[in-house]
């Protein structure tokens, strides 16, 4: 399974459920946070700049996608703060595709 951050949620810590969509970055669902083995995808293409905060140990994930196209020249940003570790099985940041 993978989970989507969510277009609608600029700036959000990353243990809260709701930031977090199962079905796309535009989905409305509450996806829950990530669990154990499972792709992230931080991949908006608004171009509207985003910022997760990984304010959480999260389980060993699978792949970690952050990336942000679309018009403009904004970043996403994946800010990991003290004492919090991100271990993943691979991690993609700028131009991944989903494939």
């Known amino acids: 399974m993978t989970k989507f951050w ?6 959000g810590n990353w243990s809260t459920g709701n930031n977090w969509s199962g079905v796309s970055a535009a989905g409305v669902d ?8 499972e792709q992230v995808r931080i991949v908006n293409t608004d171009g509207i700049a985003r910022t997760v905060t990984l304010d959480t140990n999260p389980p060993a994930l699978g792949l970690v996608s952050i990336d942000l196209t679309g018009a403009g020249t904004t970043t996403n940003t994946l800010l990991l703060t003290s004492g919090n ?8 940041i700028g131009g991944h595709n989903g494939v």
């Open 30 to 37: 509450n996806g829950g946070v990530p669990s154990a083995n």
């Open 85 to 92: 570790n991100l271990t993943s099985g691979a991690m993609f």
């Open 6 to 11: 969510k277009n609608s949620i600029t700036t």
